[in-house]
């Protein structure tokens, strides 16, 4: 079974700060992992994904995530909040072992001036 | 290389019409993949069409229904329109399977229900 669960529903931070938001999965087999982004009123948008390789994973916009293992997160980050980061993230689990693609509830994050 | 296409991208019935809407894929995905997404329940996979064949459906009544044609542009329907049918309709192409999670997305009709 797989299931990921997004730790924050909502994430404030001031601009020029560092961004951190929490990702917790679980999976009986070696997961994809992905970050999405949806700014209002938008579709999804690809951040970045973990596919195996390399453990650290860096995406568009400065973002990266760290794959753990023994910790079972994925958690995403950026050293410097740009007001255009204002969107709500979403933490996104897949398997080509036949289970579903599960997305996380979503983290919205604001961006203060 | 043009992205997915949604349409209409809004639109307002009333309760017990039907509407359909439209997701054309990036030129050469064969898999389709229809999520809702409202406030309360978040983003909730309705289906995923692969050439032409429905292969996953997610936990929804019969009211919700879709097609994909041979040229991967796909089609939902949902009949007899219930106010809690009010939300974002997304659309998603990838190249094979959606199970490999890298998906791509059109910017969504807006479904409003009177």
């Known amino acids: 079974a797989q299931s990921v669960t997004q730790l924050d529903s909502h994430v404030s931070v001031s601009e020029g700060t560092p961004v951190l938001l929490r990702c917790n999965y679980s999976?009986?087999?070696?997961?994809?992992l992905f970050w999405y982004v949806q700014h209002p009123n938008k579709g999804l948008q690809l951040l970045l994904k973990?596919?195996?390789?390399?453990?650290l994973v860096k995406g568009i916009n400065g973002f990266e995530a760290e794959f753990k293992k023994s910790e079972t997160s994925f958690h995403l980050t950026k050293p410097s909040a740009h007001m255009s980061d204002a969107a709500e993230y979403f933490c996104?689990?897949?398997?080509?072992?036949?289970?579903?693609?599960?997305f996380g509830a979503g983290t919205r994050l604001f961006v203060k001036a | 290389k043009a992205g997915v296409t949604q349409t209409p991208r809004y639109l307002i019935k009333t309760r017990g019409q039907q509407v359909t809407l439209s997701c054309s894929p990036i030129?050469?995905?064969?898999?389709v993949s229809w999520y809702q997404q409202t406030p309360g329940q978040g983003l909730q996979f309705l289906f995923e069409?692969?050439?032409?064949?429905?292969?996953n459906k997610g936990n929804f009544p019969g009211r919700f229904s879709g097609r994909q044609f041979s040229n991967s542009r796909s089609e939902m329907n949902v009949s007899t329109l219930e106010l809690g049918d009010s939300a974002l309709y997304l659309c998603?192409?990838?190249?094979?399977?959606?199970?490999?999670?890298?998906?791509?997305f059109g910017e969504g009709s807006r479904l409003t229900v009177l």
């Open positions: 973990y596919t195996s390789a390399a453990t």
């Open positions: 069409y692969f050439s032409e064949t429905q292969r």
């Open positions: 996104v689990v897949a398997n080509t072992g036949g289970f579903k693609t599960i």
């Open positions: 999976s009986s087999y070696s997961p994809s």
């Open positions: 030129s050469g995905h064969r898999s």
């Open positions: 998603a192409s990838s190249l094979t399977d959606r199970n490999t999670g890298e998906l791509f």
